[in-house]
């Protein structure tokens, strides 16, 4: 009890981690058991985690009395953060449901606001997806695209036309970065070797691929999908993937 009465830095994982290593360690020091002490922890934090909600259900209204919009958007950002892990936790859940029905009472100064930062949530993890695909990490593009998709799909979900709106907005922002790094992915994983580029030959711009020249308008040899070359620069070249055309630059 004393050690989840302290505050604890990092996520909620973090937190339990640590948690458990030192109640443990407690148990072991004492006698006791580890898991019944892990248990009356567990209720312990989630009983804090319910109360920081009432809590910051209370600041948000005094701020928007107060017409406070700065504070009340840093104040939803952390309303969401609880409230995603609240969903997670067994003692929390059944409140999860009226604590979002608190929202929905708040009106349009809610909605407004939900908006900004979901909007804001989106653009983050867009700029983080393109960031991937510039540096071929197609680990963190899928983990970013699950993360658009969720934020969409609630976006969709909500009752008010601008948020379906700007749903569907932002997912065909996502479809088109998505399509992008597919085809980039493609190419990459081609394995192209380029022996060299030449841009002016009598013929026009070519590149030497596998020991093979190709003019733009080309479709390389042996490759699946199709991979057309669009434009030769002296740098990258101009390809088209399944219709989607990408900037790609030989390693």
């Known amino acids: 009890r004393e050690?989840?009465?302290r505050p604890a830095e990092g996520g909620p994982d973090d937190r339990l981690a640590a948690l458990?290593?030192?109640?443990?360690?407690?148990?072991?020091?004492?006698?006791?058991?580890?898991?019944?002490?892990?248990?009356?922890?567990?209720?312990?934090?989630?009983?804090?985690?319910?109360?920081?909600?009432?809590a910051l259900f209370g600041t948000i209204i005094a701020q928007a009395e107060e017409q406070r919009l700065d504070e009340l958007f840093a104040s939803f950002v952390?309303?969401?953060?609880?409230?995603?892990?609240?969903?997670?936790l067994p003692l929390l859940r059944p409140r999860v449901?009226?604590?979002?029905?608190r929202l929905a009472d708040l009106g349009e100064l809610s909605f407004a606001i939900q908006l900004q930062v979901a909007i804001g949530e989106a653009n983050?993890?867009?700029?983080?997806?393109?960031?991937?695909?510039?540096?071929?990490?197609?680990?963190?593009v899928?983990?970013?695209?699950?993360?658009l998709d969720g934020l969409v799909a609630e976006l969709a979900a909500g009752d008010h036309p601008g948020m379906r709106a700007d749903a569907a907005a932002i997912a065909e922002r996502v479809r088109a970065l998505a399509d992008r790094a597919r085809a980039l992915q493609r190419v990459t994983e081609a394995g192209l070797v380029i022996d060299r580029i030449l841009l002016e030959g009598r013929e026009g711009p070519q590149v030497v691929v596998d020991g093979r020249a190709y003019a733009e308008g080309d479709v390389l040899s042996g490759v699946e999908p199709p991979i057309r070359?669009?434009?030769?620069?002296?740098d990258?070249?101009?390809?088209?993937?399944?219709?989607?055309e990408v900037d790609w630059r030989p390693r």
């Open 78 to 88: 952390h309303l969401r953060e609880l409230l995603a892990r609240a969903e997670a």
């Open 20 to 54: 458990w290593a030192e109640l443990q360690a407690l148990a072991r020091d004492r006698q006791l058991d580890p898991e019944a002490l892990v248990a009356e922890a567990r209720q312990s934090m989630e009983a804090r985690l319910g109360e920081e909600i009432d």
């Open 142 to 147: 899928r983990r970013a695209r699950e993360r």
């Open 124 to 140: 983050a993890a867009l700029q983080a997806m393109a960031g991937a695909v510039e540096r071929e990490d197609w680990d963190t």
């Open 3 to 5: 050690a989840a009465a």
């Open 97 to 101: 449901d009226r604590w979002r029905a």
């Open 236 to 244: 990258r070249l101009r390809l088209e993937v399944d219709g989607v």
């Open 229 to 234: 070359v669009v434009k030769i620069e002296a």
